[in-house]
Nanobody
Framework: VRLVESGGGSVQPGGSLRLSCATS????????MRWYRQPPGEERQWVAS??????????NVTPTVTGRFTISRDNDKGVLYLDMINLKPEDTAVYSC?????WGKGTLVTVSS
């Protein structure tokens, strides 16, 4: 199983980013997927989830990002996305994707003026 995140970077408050998680080694279409983040000096936090294709690809996000972050998936490509708008300094973190017990190494998002 391989999960590889990309798309992180440095942006100013109010900016946008799209994170991607390229996957391989498992049946992506049948797997629920999640995004987590770990801010500097803090514990890892759940950010967003999306169920598998058979379960309607239902999504859920943590309240602090509601209306700003959107999780989605491309089952044909095996890629998970996190679209982030109106970014705030408190969104600064390493963002990682997860399925079952597997994790990517993460991609750093820094929001600063």
């Amino acid at each position: 199983v391989r999960l590889v995140e990309s798309g992180g970077g440095s942006v100013q408050p109010g900016g946008s980013l799209r994170l991607s998680c390229a996957t391989s080694g498992f049946d992506f279409r049948k797997s629920g997927m999640r995004w987590y983040r770990q801010p500097p000096g803090e514990e890892r936090q759940w950010v967003a989830s999306i169920t598998d294709a058979d379960d309607g690809e239902a999504t859920n996000v943590t309240p602090t990002v509601t209306g700003r972050f959107t999780i989605s998936r491309d089952n044909d490509k095996g890629v998970l996305y996190l679209d982030m708008i109106n970014l705030k300094p408190e969104d600064t973190a390493v963002y990682s994707c997860n399925t079952q017990t597997y994790w990517g190494k993460g991609t750093l998002v820094t929001v600063s003026s």
